[in-house]
């Protein structure tokens, strides 16, 4: 697994901009930046075996990313093998260790799916398909 980064912010001042952003056009004060993993479909490597085999039943390779307000890219990890679930990914990416240590200004937080783990920093949205 590699990661390439876009423009994360180096401090405080620059996170709260993105939580500006939210706020004003998204009406969602706190929020810093949406993550969410989509599986990119690949053919499998030859005696590859099971490790790029994911649940959809197709072989991929696992893109997780991380949004401002506008949608721009501002954190990408590419090339987890799609096997692995998106919380899984997210501990593995050096991301998680600088989040748990408090990268977000105080009371600041992303927003993700059902598949990440529930923290501090991290907020989770279900979808309801029946609505």
Not at 59 to 80: E, K, Q, T
Request: charge should be neutral.
């Amino acid at each position: 697994m590699f990661s390439y980064v876009f423009q994360v912010p180096a401090n405080h001042a620059e996170w709260a901009s993105r939580e500006h952003g939210f706020r004003m056009r998204w009406n969602f004060p706190g929020c810093h930046g949406a993550i969410d993993g989509k599986h990119v479909l690949m053919q499998a490597l030859s005696k590859c075996g099971s490790e790029f085999w994911n649940y959809k039943g197709t072989n991929s390779i696992v893109l997780m990313v991380i949004v401002d307000h506008d949608y721009c890219f501002r954190y990408i990890n590419i090339g987890a093998n799609g096997r692995n679930s998106d919380g899984g990914i997210f501990r593995k990416c050096p991301l998680y260790q600088e989040l748990e240590n408090n990268m977000l200004p105080h009371g600041g937080f992303l927003v993700g799916d059902d598949a990440f783990p529930l923290k501090t920093y991290l907020l989770k949205h279900s979808y309801r398909s029946d609505i």
